[in-house]
């Protein structure tokens, strides 16, 4: 089955800092990925998504300029939280659109602010 | 406004039960439903997916049923195991652009 790997899978930084996330796409070209969001217990909260060669769509309420995202080729989109607090940490998945339109997550990301 | 609503919040089956999540939409629009696995600390999976021109698909233990005129689709895993113990999630998707969650049902098979 297709794979998207996601990197780093958990990260601890400071207040202030930002912090990159990847997402690939293996064994599939993805023109499409998406970033969700998810507190614990709950569901994913899609945040935006991202499109090869063109800028991301954002869902309301979700700032753009705190959460970058890039998707520089068909097999890495990348999300930067910038300058990170507290209230930012929480898991974040990416998914990809593979073939026959199934999406495949990635294994997550939890980021911990300290 | 919540796109797929889910229920239950939590299930606890035995071994050998049947477990059964429900989903509701609003959206007729909507052309693809999958169900989603997801472990502790991992993304989800994807488990098993069904359009809406057919009533029912099985893939092993588990089965989707489909309700066009009510708007709702059913996840029913047969023989249920400890290992099948994690949280689930219904979706719902249109034109494959976006794709709405519901709320997530924590299973727990008891041996």
């Known amino acids: 089955g297709a794979v998207v790997s996601q990197h780093p899978s958990w990260v601890i930084c400071k207040s202030g800092t930002s912090v990159k996330i990847e997402c690939r796409s293996l064994?599939?070209?993805?023109?499409?990925m998406f970033w969700y969001r998810q507190f614990p217990k709950q569901s994913l909260m899609l945040m935006a998504t991202?499109?090869?060669?063109?800028?991301?769509?954002?869902e309301q309420g979700v700032e753009k300029d705190k959460f970058l995202i890039n998707h520089a080729s068909l097999t890495l989109s990348t999300l930067t939280v910038t300058s990170a607090h507290p209230e930012d940490s929480s898991f974040y998945i990416c998914s990809a659109r593979g073939k026959n339109e199934k999406l495949f997550f990635g294994s997550g990301t939890q980021l911990s602010v300290l | 406004q919540q796109q797929v609503k889910q229920s239950p919040q939590s299930l606890i089956v035995q071994k050998g039960g049947i477990s059964i999540i429900n989903c509701a939409y609003e959206?007729?629009?909507?052309?693809?439903f999958p169900w989603y696995q997801q472990f502790p600390g991992k993304g989800p999976a994807l488990l098993i997916a069904?359009?809406?021109?057919?009533s029912e698909k099985k893939e092993g233990r588990f089965t989707i049923s489909f309700n066009k005129s009510a708007k709702q689709f059913s996840l029913h895993i047969m023989d249920s195991q400890p290992g099948d113990s994690a949280t689930y999630f219904c979706?719902?998707?249109?034109?494959?652009?976006?794709?709405?969650f519901g709320s997530g049902t924590k299973l727990n098979v008891k041996p």
């Open positions: 069904i359009r809406p021109d057919v």
């Open positions: 959206n007729t629009a909507f052309d693809y």
């Open positions: 979706a719902a998707s249109y034109g494959f652009n976006k794709f709405y």
């Open positions: 991202s499109n090869e060669g063109s800028k991301a769509t954002y």
């Open positions: 064994d599939f070209q993805a023109t499409t």
